[in-house]
């Protein structure tokens, strides 16, 4: 088998395997704030692909990627969350639409998919694009699984950062993507716009009013 | 006569390792919680002080629960002996097969749960349930992870597959990671571990293993504990000689060899060990109900790992 037994596919290989491990482990805990903390090692293990990418490919933009990742998405946007589930006082423990067996059992369906998808439109480049670009695809599709299966607004907003990791993580994976930096920064504002809107949604859903004070009363009333 | 010698010899490590082993695990647990934890010997003072006390037996308990001790002992003791710990080429070696390893610790599983409801008290009766259920979700579990090794490899001979890691690049691969991570959830289930079981408990409602052995005592007692330290000696082995075989003598003819397979053998336990303390100590136990979940999640690893070996090996 030829690519193999390289040392920059070798750490490639695990960091994205890695990422695709904890996006089961989104799809498995239950609590919000351990979803956080899974969410934050996964942009941390993207943060490394990324820079281990930009050191196998000597392709000093991609250090830009990984320095968002780290920032923005380990970081910012945990903390973020954190804060704002602390402040909302939402319920701790997730609501699942589906069973978290059963989530799982698609989840492995979907990487069977994106499996499938990847072997004929690959056949020409080398067993690491194949495995990497599964890898990748599947944490995308499992990003979307989570953002369906989920009731919460912030586990959605997770999923969909979640899956914005696994655009990432195929961008990086492939040579000569010059755009993978103006990308990412894109991405970021609006990942950090739609973490804005949806919660702004849900909250004038629940309240009719995006007002502090309304909610202030409704929360006094629950008490 | 040197391989057959050195069989021997494995034979005697084992069974003169485990509780060392059981007691490094309990050491460094009681070390992380701030303890000073008893002596790394005391395993073998307990299994000593057992076999010179008095079997007390219920009245109704049958020629079963007499002998099966001694069938789980041999059972383990056996499949422990087949794993390569420090050399490929044992006397056994041509026995040595995947397959059979899970047959003996299944059968081994199955005496150990008859013995529980032998007797007819209401903890051996659920330990065995509960037993039972675990084991039916981990052995798929663990079947996967052994045909994905099967199919990367072509072999479900384990000195074969050590052998074969050793000498091919074979690199690390998906499939191996997450057949790791599978087999790691695997052989904490079968060893009643923390997330599952928890080895230093006699409560009630939480216990699985402690449960079904509830009825026995003296010699018998014995035999079930060194049974179950030898079988995290052999989880331990497994996961060494599958994923990290490094040092492993291969020509048992050259001493050298055998003594740094020795040596990095006994490095790989103290790893072993030291990982599940730590592990242990950083997680609590879970509900007997999302066991299903956690160890489906193994199962789906190594089917994962499996159908990324069709990326990697496909068209």
Redesign the interface.
């Known amino acids: 088998?030829p690519g193999?037994?390289?040392l920059p596919?070798?750490?490639a290989?695990?960091l994205?395997?890695?990422v695709?491990?904890l996006s089961?482990a989104l799809l498995?805990q239950r609590r919000l704030f351990g979803v956080l903390t899974i969410y934050a090692w996964q942009a941390l293990l993207l943060a490394a692909a990324a820079a281990w990418q930009a050191y196998a490919q000597d392709a000093p933009h991609l250090y830009i990627t990984a320095g968002i990742a780290l920032v923005f998405k380990a970081i910012i946007i945990p903390i973020a969350l954190h804060r704002i589930i602390v402040y909302l006082d939402i319920h701790r423990t997730i609501e699942t639409a589906l069973g978290?067996?059963a989530t799982?059992?698609v989840?492995?369906a979907l990487?069977?998919l994106s499996?499938l998808l990847?072997?004929p439109v690959t056949?020409a480049s080398g067993?690491l694009t194949?495995?990497s670009l599964?890898?990748a695809l599947s944490v995308v599709l499992l990003g979307l699984l989570m953002m369906i299966t989920r009731r919460n607004a912030v586990s959605q907003v997770v999923g969909f950062m979640s899956l914005e990791n696994g655009l990432i993580l195929a961008a990086v994976g492939v040579k000569g993507m010059p755009l993978v930096v103006e990308l990412s920064i894109a991405f970021s504002v609006m990942v950090a716009f739609i973490i804005f809107g949806v919660f702004f949604f849900h909250i004038r859903e629940r309240f009719d009013t995006l007002d502090i004070h309304d909610m202030e009363r409704f929360r006094g009333e629950r008490r | 006569m040197r391989v057959a010698l050195l069989e021997l010899l494995q034979f005697a490590l084992l069974v003169a390792l485990a509780p060392l082993l059981t007691g490094l695990v309990r050491k460094l647990k009681a070390r992380l919680n701030a303890r000073i934890g008893p002596s790394l010997l005391q395993p073998y003072r307990d299994l000593l002080r057992l076999l010179r006390k008095e079997v007390v037996l219920a009245p109704n308990a049958s020629w079963l629960f007499r002998t099966i001790p001694y069938v789980v002992f041999a059972a383990i003791w056996l499949a422990a002996a087949i794993v390569p710990t420090f050399a490929t080429g044992l006397a056994l070696s041509r026995t040595a097969d995947l397959i059979a390893l899970v047959a003996l610790l299944a059968s081994a599983r199955f005496a150990l749960a008859l013995a529980g409801m032998d007797v007819g008290t209401s903890f051996g009766g659920i330990g065995a349930s509960r037993e039972m259920m675990i084991a039916s979700l981990a052995e798929p579990a663990m079947l996967m992870v052994t045909f994905t090794v099967a199919l990367l490899v072509r072999s479900t001979s384990l000195p074969h597959i050590a052998d074969y890691l050793l000498t091919h690049?074979?690199?690390?691969?998906?499939s191996l990671?997450?057949g790791l991570?599978s087999l790691l959830i695997v052989a904490l289930a079968e060893n009643a571990r923390i997330p599952v079981d928890n080895p230093a408990t006699h409560l009630e409602l939480t216990m699985v293993h402690e449960a079904m052995v509830l009825e026995y005592s003296g010699r018998h007692l014995a035999l079930i504990e060194a049974a179950s330290m030898v079988k995290l000696l052999l989880y331990i082995s497994l996961i060494a000689a599958v994923f990290f075989p490094w040092g492993m003598a291969r020509d048992l003819g050259d001493a050298r060899a055998v003594a740094l397979g020795l040596l990095s053998y006994g490095a790989k336990l103290a790893l072993g060990g030291g990982v599940l303390a730590l592990f242990e100590t950083s997680i609590a136990k879970m509900r007997v109900f999302r066991l299903?979940?956690f160890l489906?999640?193994a199962f789906?690893?190594g089917?994962?790992a499996a159908?990324?070996l069709?990326?990697?090996?496909?068209?």
């Open positions: 088998m193999f037994a390289t596919y070798d750490v290989h695990v994205d395997t890695l695709l491990v089961f498995y978290v067996g799982l059992t989840g492995v990487v069977a499996i990847v072997l056949t067993a194949r495995e599964a890898a | 690049n074979v690199g690390i691969r998906i990671l997450l991570v299903a979940e489906g999640g789906l690893l089917l994962l159908l990324f069709y990326v990697s090996q496909g068209l």
